[in-house]
T-cell receptor, first 115, second 110 residues
Framework: DTEVTQTPKHLVMGMTNKKSLKCEQH?????MYWYKQKAKKPPELMFV???????INESVPSRFSPECPNSSLLNLHLHALQPEDSALYLC??????????????FGNGTRLTVT | GIQVEQSPPDLILQEGANSTLRCNFS?????LQWFHQNPWGQLINLFY???GTKQNGRLSATTVATERYSLLYISSSQTTDSGVYFC????????????FGPGTRLSVLP
């Protein structure tokens, strides 16, 4: 069983919709991540939050807007997406330790389809 | 940036067979992790192994950081081992920028 919970499991949205993906962890981790995974490809890093502050943004288009309301929660707000944004969106968390980090723990993902 | 390669890209095994998966990386890394992604998309931690050897049941992993590679061994494979195996490396000092290899797709036949 995963200790990182993502909702919803599946999401279908139109290009004019606004929706949000949610992620929650209770492992005391202070780093949280969003990854995007297209079919038959590895996960690609989108954003990293460290101590609730955005520490890495991998040049993600502004139609994806992350938010970290507290140390346990991570949201990804979606607006005006394109069909090519359809993918599996994975949330992960880890401890924050200089030089030697802790392993990534992934949630089960949200499978997003943009119509 | 760092390049991560995995081999073989695809592997088909008969149940009960053994296999070795390889991960090569182009630069020094602070950490390395192996994952199994099952057919439902769930990414499962297998090993967190910046160096040395670890074993967990039928699986074991060895990382030789000085030579920039890691190996994942699967013994007595089972159909539930099917899926994609990824290695991911960390290069930054705060350990947050994980870079994934392209994966090895494993199919274990009954």
């Amino acid at each position: 069983d995963t200790e990182v919970t993502q909702t919803p499991k599946h999401l279908v949205m139109g290009m004019t919709n606004k929706k949000s993906l949610k992620c929650e962890q209770h492992m005391g981790h202070r780093a949280m991540y969003w990854y995007k995974q297209k079919a038959k490809k590895p996960p690609e890093l989108m954003f990293v939050y460290s101590y609730e502050k955005l520490s890495i943004n991998e040049s993600v288009p502004s139609r994806f807007s992350p938010e970290c309301p507290n140390s346990s929660l991570l949201n990804l707000h979606l607006h005006a997406l394109q069909p090519e944004d359809s993918a599996l969106y994975l949330c992960a968390s880890s401890h924050v330790m200089r030089a030697r980090n802790s392993p990534l723990h992934f949630g089960n993902g949200t499978r997003l389809t943009v119509t | 940036g760092i390049q991560v390669e995995q081999s073989p890209p695809d592997l088909i095994l008969q149940e009960g067979a053994n296999s070795t998966l390889r991960c090569n990386f182009s630069d020094s890394v602070n950490n390395l992790q192996w994952f199994h992604q099952n057919p439902w998309g769930q990414l499962i931690n297998l090993f967190y192994i910046p160096s040395g050897t670890k074993q967990n049941g039928r699986l074991s992993a060895t990382t030789v950081a000085t030579e920039r590679y890691s190996l994942l061994y699967i013994s007595s494979s089972q159909t539930t081992d099917s899926g994609v195996y990824f290695c991911a490396v960390v290069t930054d000092n705060y350990g947050q920028n994980f870079v994934f290899g392209p994966g090895t797709r494993l199919s274990v036949l009954p």
